[in-house]
């Protein structure tokens, strides 16, 4: 009867016999939301990953391979990618093979990196760079490629 009696007299919280059930349910909620994203490659770009629904690439990278990325300063600074796409384009449709140029990314001091892309086995990292160094409004162009120390 005594033990009867120091039980009652200590209070529960309602939220300390809760936590369980709601660890658990918590638990659930996420199992449920990681089951339902579909797992994609990291090696690969969603549109190509098998598991997405669009597996059809677009079409201006379908039958292209990637010749390699390149840094460009241009005469004129600008921030917009669109003028600068604007001068990607006018460089590929001139290079023998053709070229395809698209922004990666800009950089700092006006830079910006581009990715040249070619449906031709011929094309080039140094045919990329020597078609953007001869395309007006590009001041500089370099590969943009790791350099190891030699010893």
Do not use: E
Not at 32 to 59: E, F, H, L, R, Y
Not at 131 to 138: C, D, F, M, Q, Y
Request: aromatic fraction near 2%.
């Amino acid at each position: 009867m005594a033990r009867m009696i120091q039980s009652a007299a200590r209070p529960r919280s309602l939220l300390s016999s809760a936590k369980p059930a709601l660890a658990v349910a918590l638990g659930l909620c996420l199992l449920a939301a990681c089951k339902s994203v579909p797992a994609i490659d990291p090696g690969k770009p969603p549109a190509m990953d098998p598991a997405s629904t669009n597996t059809q690439p677009p079409a201006s990278v379908s039958a292209a391979h990637s010749v390699g990325d390149v840094i460009i300063g241009l005469n004129t600074p600008t921030t917009s990618s669109t003028t600068v796409q604007g001068l990607l384009d006018a460089a590929g449709a001139r290079a023998t093979p053709r070229l395809a140029f698209a922004v990666v990314r800009p950089m700092s001091g006006g830079f910006w990196l581009v990715r040249a892309t070619s449906g031709d086995a011929s094309a080039t990292l140094d045919g990329a760079v020597t078609a953007l160094r001869n395309t007006p409004g590009v001041a500089s162009a370099d590969p943009d490629r790791v350099v190891k120390i030699q010893r």
